[in-house]
Nanobody, 126 residues
Framework: QVQLVESGGGLVQAGGSLILSCAAS????????VGWFRQAPGKEREFVAA????????DSADSVKGRFTISRDFAENTVVLQMNSLKPEDTAVYYC???????????????????WGQGTQVTVSS
């Protein structure tokens, strides 16, 4: 079991930046692949970005490519989502999720992740 806590959400104007952080309760978090997902009101939860437990493989949704960057901070035992050039359509609750996958494997489907945080609200005003 691993407990995840997201932080860093908030209100920002379009074009601004936010940094989301996903912290875990276990030191072994470094051996978990991590994904970021988001869910806007009335919409299904969707993939944003993911990183393998090795940190050597990442992927992101087309809608955020070139704007969002996912990375691991092994010293702090966290996964960070750097979000730049934010748009109103990025408004959603953002969740981090973790799973034990092979070293370079990432997943982009929510149901493949067994562990989830409570989410953090990101609101982008126009």
């Amino acid at each position: 079991q691993v407990q995840l806590v997201e932080s860093g959400g908030g209100l920002v104007q379009a074009g601004g930046s936010l940094i989301l952080s996903c912290a875990a309760s276990r030191r072994s978090f470094s051996t978990y692949a991590v994904g970021w997902f988001r869910q806007a009101p009335g919409k299904e939860r969707e993939f944003v970005a993911a990183i393998s437990w090795s940190g050597g493989n990442t992927d992101s949704a087309d809608s955020v490519k070139g704007r969002f960057t996912i990375s691991r901070d092994f010293a702090e035992n966290t996964v960070v989502l750097q979000m730049n050039s934010l748009k109103p359509e990025d408004t959603a609750v953002y969740y981090c999720a973790a799973g034990t996958f092979p070293r370079f494997t990432i997943r982009i489907t929510p149901r493949e992740y067994p562990y989830w945080g409570q989410g953090t609200q990101v609101t982008v005003s126009s």
